[in-house]
């Protein structure tokens, strides 16, 4: 199973709204990180929250993390049409032998319209 | 700098050939992993490579293959290729391999994707 599950799966909003997504997650991490893709295309890494931050800023994205409850946001804010994407959460899970792998969740499909 | 390079962007290919996808990532990057989309069930991790040795594995079967090379370019291979195979394959380059619970930033290339007939 995913270690990050996001909600809501899909996201309509107009131009100018603020865009909520979120992500839980089951085991413990030493970080979360998000990611955005275009449709079909590779993965652009957006920002990086460690499990001793509790909220994170780049331009017009904040991100807040919660260990307690397993969960992180993340909130584009003034959005544009250009913001259309998908959009997915991040965790390593460490494995046998002290090495990781990186799970992603199914992605929060957000669409702008103008 | 120049970002992670994938070869070739689209392949179409006929069920029980094989193919051999290529990454090369940022210069400087040793760590290359291999993640497989398909609409069905998401992003998989297949495989890392950090400085010529496989470091993880995914739950994908032996068929899924792949090596890394001195200078950090990366191949996987996919034998006797099923319609389920059909995806797109991207390949992403850290500066830093992964370690206990740590993970880093990892950088995609714009993906292979590979369509099996």
């Known amino acids: 199973s995913q270690q990050g599950e996001e909600d809501p799966q899909a996201l309509s909003i107009q131009e100018g709204e603020n865009a909520t997504m979120n992500c839980s997650y089951k085991?413990?991490?030493?970080?979360l990180q998000w990611y955005r893709q275009n449709s079909g295309r590779g993965l652009v890494h957006l920002i990086l929250?460690?499990?001793?931050?509790r909220e994170k800023h780049s331009g017009r994205l904040r991100v807040t993390l919660d260990t307690s409850k397993k969960s992180s946001s993340l909130l584009i804010t003034a959005s544009r049409a250009a913001d259309t994407a998908s959009y997915f959460c991040?965790?390593?899970?460490?494995?046998?032998?002290?090495?990781?792998?990186?799970?992603f969740g199914a992605g929060t499909r957000l669409a702008v319209h103008p | 700098k120049a970002g992670v390079t994938q070869t070739p962007r689209y392949l179409i290919k006929t069920r029980g050939q094989q193919v051999t996808l290529s990454c090369s990532p940022i210069?400087?990057?040793?760590?290359v992993s291999w993640y497989q989309q398909t609409p069905g069930q998401g992003l998989q991790f297949l495989f890392e490579?950090?400085?010529?040795?496989?470091?993880n594995k995914g739950n994908f079967p032996g068929r899924f293959s792949g090596r890394q090379f001195s200078n950090s370019r990366s191949e996987m291979n996919v034998s006797t290729l099923e319609l389920g195979d059909s995806a797109l394959y991207l390949c992403?380059?850290?500066?830093?391999?992964?370690?206990?619970?740590?993970?880093?930033?990892?950088?995609f290339g714009p993906g292979t994707r590979l369509t099996v007939t």
């Open positions: 991040a965790t390593a899970r460490e494995i046998a032998g002290g090495y990781n792998k990186l799970i």
């Open positions: 490579y950090f400085s010529e040795t496989q470091r």
């Open positions: 992403a380059s850290s500066l830093r391999a992964s370690g206990g619970s740590s993970s880093y930033e990892q950088y």
């Open positions: 210069s400087g990057h040793r760590s």
């Open positions: 085991t413990s991490i030493n970080n």
């Open positions: 929250i460690r499990s001793n931050e």
